[in-house]
């Protein structure tokens, strides 16, 4: 059994800043957590995946050099570092537990509740 929590979401002004965390209770140990996101009235999509190790990072083209994900499996949490922040950023930010880094959103088995992102221009 997993539990994913995901924190750190607020209003930020375009170009700003912020640092999403995903606490995990349970197994993460072997597996690959990402990061999805969901805007109102659009399909939830992909944004970063992490593999166990750390050394296997996947990004979507949107936020490829502007976010960072990273992991401490010793906290058993992921982070999510979002710089440059643009409006379209803005979303429900979830993370999920999945088995690789190039598996689609279904392959991803636990998901946590979202945090919201909001960026104004």
């Known amino acids: 059994q997993v539990q994913l929590v995901e924190s750190g979401g607020g209003l930020v002004q375009a170009g700003g800043s912020l640092r999403l965390s995903c606490a995990a209770s349970g197994r993460t140990s072997g597996y690959v957590m990402g990061w999805f996101r969901q805007a109102p009235g659009k399909e939830r999509e992909f944004v970063a995946s992490i ?3 750390g050394s296997g990072t996947r990004y ?3 936020v ?4 960072t994900i990273s992991r401490d ?3 058993n949490t992921v982070y999510l570092q979002l710089n440059s922040l ?3 950023d803005t979303a429900v930010y979830y ?3 999945g088995p690789n ?3 689609a ?5 636990y998901w946590g509740q979202g945090t919201q992102v909001t960026v104004s221009s």
Request: net charge positive.
């Open 51 to 53: 593999s166990w190790s």
């Open 60 to 62: 979507a083209d949107s």
């Open 64 to 67: 490829k050099g502007r976010f």
């Open 73 to 75: 499996n010793g906290k």
């Open 86 to 88: 643009k409006p379209e």
């Open 95 to 97: 993370c999920a537990r």
């Open 101 to 103: 880094i190039y598996a």
């Open 105 to 109: 959103t279904g392959g991803y088995d």
